[in-house]
C-alpha cells in the first residue's frame, strides 16, 4: 500500500494521467492556469500555454495560447495559435490564428494570418512572403500609353 492508503499498481495514483503521458511523449508541454512564468521559454517541442508568462518565448515547432494565458514578450515559433491575451511581438514563421477570444497588443510578423470574428488586434502587421510562394509577379502593362502621366493633355 502506497501513500494516503492507495495501492501502488493502482492508476488513479499517478501523478500524470495517462492522456498526458502520451502527450509529453510526442513533445508537447502543458503549462497550466495557475503557474506564472517569468523569463526565457525555448525548445523544440510544442507548448501549451494556459497561465501567465513574462518574458520571450523561442520555440522551433508551436504555441497554443489558451484562454485563460497571459503573456508578455515577444514570441517567435513555427506555429502560434491565440486564444488568450499577448502584449508584444509574434514572429510566426509559418502560421497565426488569432481565434475569437484573443486580444493581441503590439507587433504581428508571419506570412499566412487566420482571424476568427470577435479576435481583437491593436498594433502593426507585416506579411512576409512564404518561401514556397517566393516567385515575382510583374502588372501587365497599362492599356495608357505615355510613361505614367495620367491625366495630363498633350
Same mark, same amino acid.
Given at each position: 500500500?502506497?501513500?494516503?492508503?492507495?495501492?501502488?499498481?493502482?492508476?488513479?495514483?499517478?501523478?500524470?494521467? /495517462?492522456?498526458? *503521458?502520451?502527450?509529453?511523449?510526442? +513533445? !508537447?508541454?502543458?503549462?497550466?492556469? =495557475?503557474?506564472?512564468? /517569468?523569463?526565457?521559454?525555448?525548445?523544440?517541442?510544442?507548448?501549451?500555454?494556459?497561465?501567465?508568462?513574462?518574458?520571450?518565448? =523561442?520555440? /522551433?515547432?508551436?504555441?497554443?495560447?489558451?484562454? %485563460?494565458?497571459?503573456?508578455?514578450?515577444? &514570441? !517567435? *515559433?513555427?506555429? &502560434?495559435?491565440?486564444?488568450?491575451?499577448?502584449? +508584444?511581438?509574434? =514572429? *510566426?514563421? %509559418?502560421?497565426?490564428?488569432?481565434?475569437?477570444?484573443? =486580444?493581441?497588443?503590439? !507587433?504581428?510578423?508571419? $506570412?499566412?494570418?487566420?482571424?476568427?470574428?470577435?479576435?481583437?488586434?491593436?498594433?502593426?502587421?507585416?506579411?512576409?512572403?512564404? $518561401?514556397? *510562394?517566393?516567385?515575382?509577379?510583374?502588372? $501587365? $502593362?497599362?492599356?495608357?500609353?505615355?510613361?505614367?502621366?495620367?491625366?495630363?493633355?498633350?
Amino acid at each position: 500500500m502506497a501513500l494516503f492508503g492507495k495501492k501502488k499498481d493502482d492508476a488513479s495514483s499517478s501523478f500524470v494521467t /495517462k492522456k498526458q *503521458a502520451t502527450s509529453a511523449q510526442k +513533445g !508537447t508541454t502543458v503549462l497550466g492556469k =495557475n503557474l506564472t512564468i /517569468k523569463g526565457i521559454i525555448s525548445g523544440g517541442d510544442d507548448i501549451q500555454l494556459f497561465g501567465q508568462h513574462e518574458g520571450d518565448i =523561442n520555440l /522551433k515547432s508551436g504555441l497554443m495560447v489558451g484562454k %485563460t494565458a497571459r503573456i508578455k514578450g515577444e &514570441i !517567435t *515559433a513555427e506555429l &502560434i495559435s491565440v486564444s488568450g491575451s499577448v502584449v +508584444g511581438k509574434l =514572429n *510566426a514563421k %509559418t502560421r497565426l490564428h488569432l481565434d475569437q477570444t484573443s =486580444n493581441v497588443k503590439g !507587433t504581428i510578423d508571419t $506570412p499566412k494570418l487566420s482571424v476568427k470574428e470577435g479576435a481583437l488586434f491593436n498594433g502593426e502587421m507585416k506579411m512576409k512572403v512564404p $518561401p514556397e *510562394a517566393s516567385q515575382t509577379y510583374s502588372l $501587365p $502593362p497599362s492599356s495608357k500609353q505615355g510613361g505614367g502621366q495620367s491625366g495630363k493633355k498633350r
